[in-house]
């Protein structure tokens, strides 16, 4: 990620809605690419205060009534339309039900980092499109809680219904309760993970998603090659072993998890968001000065490698001043790198010049 300017000259973030210093709004310009301050035209009306941009803009329906969204559209001529949702809030099939206290919350949370996810696919000029742009597979997601029949009455009519964090066929689903960070905390601990977060679950999912659009049915023989059989054992089979099993021992010589070893689409989703990972941490080092680090989106392969590496012996070494968890636990031993070499050439091939992110 970058920082941005407000036209006053504070420094903006990408999460910001309104500029601390001066009170100005500020959000997503579409067509700048970047968090830019809004000038108030009339009612959501406004002009991307970008000189070199000027477009008309209206806030996103989640920014202006939900206030889970910093992001705009477009307006043309056309009265601003105040159900348009932006370019990442257009992709929700299902939101939580927001009559439930602290759901709005979680769910300002969960699309918060889905920003970020795109922000970053956008970089990488990854495709993506929804349902009724006629993409094909198309990506949507669901935020949904379990539910659980309880004595309340209008809860008990339901059917008990475990929500679990996934994807299926261009569907990513989440659990909101990962967006608790009291839950989210736990989970990690008894899963014995280094890290557990938002943005890692979006990265995870969305690697499913693109073996789909990337890999399935054009690079099948290639991807057996580098993470194995994904036909054989069936992913039943293999989750079943997983959960009885556990990952061998030893696994860390070949795999970046010990969820990848369940089976090949885990190692290839796990393998893309480690990827995901990579290109953010490089692209944010070069942005706020912790460079000079390689252009991930020209760099070659074995560059953004040894830059990885120097840089994680620092940020390590800060978050353990400060006593916080590793920055970067993830040691990339060299099958890892292969694979993620992969994934690297995958993502290169398939860029489309996108124009979202400046
Ligand atoms: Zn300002
Ligand atoms: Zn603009
Ligand atoms: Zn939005
Ligand atoms: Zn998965």
Known sequence: MKTFDCICGNTLFFENSQCLSCGQDVGWCPACGSIRTL??????????????????LAKCHNYVVE??????????????????LCDCCVYNDTIPDLSIAGNREKWGRLEAA??????????????HGTAASGFDPPLAFD?????????????????????????AGGKIT?????????????????????????????????????????????????????????????????????????APTGWQQNFISAYATMHPWEDFAETFAAYLELTSVLYTANN??????????TAGFPEMVDAKRRLSVAMNEMNRTMGLL????KILMTPVVEK????????????VASGQVA
């Open 326 to 329: 590793d920055f970067y636990p």
């Open 67 to 84: 206030n889970v969204c910093n992001r705009c559209v477009r307006l043309n001529d056309a009265a601003p339309d105040p159900s348009a």
């Open 114 to 127: 889905k920003r970020r996810l795109f922000y970053t696919l956008d970089l990488l000029g990854l495709p």
């Open 288 to 297: 706020v000065g912790l460079g000079p680090v390689p252009d991930v989106r």
């Open 340 to 351: 993620m070499r992969f994934v690297h050439e995958l993502v290169r091939s398939n860029s």
């Open 174 to 246: 989440i659990n909101i309760r990962e967006a608790d960070p009291a839950e989210r905390e736990s989970i990690r601990v008894e899963f014995d993970e280094a890290h557990r977060t938002l943005i890692g679950h979006f990265r995870h999912e969305i690697g499913h998603y693109y073996w789909d659009l990337l890999v399935k049915g054009k690079r099948e023989v290639d991807s057996i090659r580098v993470f194995g059989d994904h036909e054989n054992p069936s992913y039943a089979e293999a989750l079943d072993r997983h959960y009885r099993e556990g």
């Open 39 to 56: 000038r108030h035209e009339r009612e959501n009306v406004y002009r991307c205060a970008n000189t070199d941009c000027g477009a008309k």
């Open 143 to 167: 935020f949904k809680a379990d539910s659980i029949p309880s004595n309340e009455f209008w809860r008990a009519m339901g059917k008990e219904e475990r929500v679990y964090t996934g994807h």
